[in-house]
């Protein structure tokens, strides 16, 4: 089946940095979503692309979908103490069900 | 705006006893509707996901069990906990595969389990 390979697995951030993590797929998607889980909550989407090549942006995050369709980064420009999180991507094919294929997560931490 | 609700937040249970967890789905009709679950510190497993009204599909064999008996509401089930059962289940809903495509997903709050 398909796998999504997500880097960094996790990060360190200073306030004011820009940071940025990417996904890649053994094969094609559709379409590719980024979502943040907080400590203990469900899973928020932040950004969801649509066509290879596209590039969104929500605030202060920037995601781009792989003209390859097998990737996409998301950036944050300068970081602030509540970036800290799970970063996930997911990839979804045109098919019944929408089902999602997830990357393993990128952990943001705050720099001691 | 449609939102998703999942209970109990968080259930201890111990080894051998049944299971069920709700999600209902408010403000939109006849969604898709998904059950993951998350092992502590790692990525998100689809267990079941539902097209329709008493329509279930499951992705991984298991211990659990689900069923859509209305609309919007999506329920998981186990005759038998076992350990391995422990976790963060997340239930999801997303509007159906449509003419627009691709469909982004929206989760819950999630059931965090502990089975002893």
């Known amino acids: 089946g398909q796998q999504l390979n997500q880097s960094p697995q996790s990060m360190f951030i200073q306030e004011g940095e820009d940071v940025s993590m990417n996904c890649t797929s053994s094969?094609?998607?559709?379409?590719w979503l980024w979502y943040k889980q907080d400590p203990g909550e469900g899973p928020v989407l932040l950004i969801a692309?649509?066509?290879?090549?596209e590039l969104t942006s929500n605030g202060r995050l920037t995601a781009q979908f792989g003209t390859t369709r097998k990737d996409s980064f998301l950036n944050i420009s300068a970081s602030i103490p509540s970036d800290v999180g799970i970063y996930f991507c997911?990839?979804?094919?045109?098919?019944?069900?929408?089902?999602?294929?997830f990357g393993g997560g990128t952990r943001v931490l705050v720099k001691p | 705006s449609q939102t998703i609700h999942q209970w109990p937040a968080t259930l201890v249970q111990p080894v051998g006893s049944p299971l069920s967890l709700e999600c209902t789905v408010e403000?939109?009709?006849?969604?898709?509707l998904y059950w993951y679950r998350q092992a502590a510190g790692r990525g998100l497993q689809l267990l079941f996901y539902?097209?329709?009204?008493?329509?279930i599909s499951s992705e991984v064999p298991q211990n659990l069990s689900a069923s859509r008996p209305q609309d919007r509401q999506f329920i998981l089930s186990s005759k038998k906990l076992l350990l391995s059962d422990s976790g963060f289940y997340l239930c999801?809903?997303?509007?159906?595969?449509?003419?627009?495509?691709?469909?982004?997903?929206?989760f819950g709050d999630g059931t965090r389990l502990s089975i002893l």
């Open positions: 539902s097209v329709g009204i008493g329509q």
């Open positions: 403000g939109t009709s006849n969604p898709n």
């Open positions: 094969s094609i998607f559709n379409t």
């Open positions: 997911a990839g979804q094919l045109q098919a019944a069900g929408n089902k999602l294929t």
């Open positions: 999801a809903w997303s509007v159906a595969l449509s003419e627009r495509g691709n469909q982004p997903q929206h």
């Open positions: 692309l649509y066509k290879a090549g």
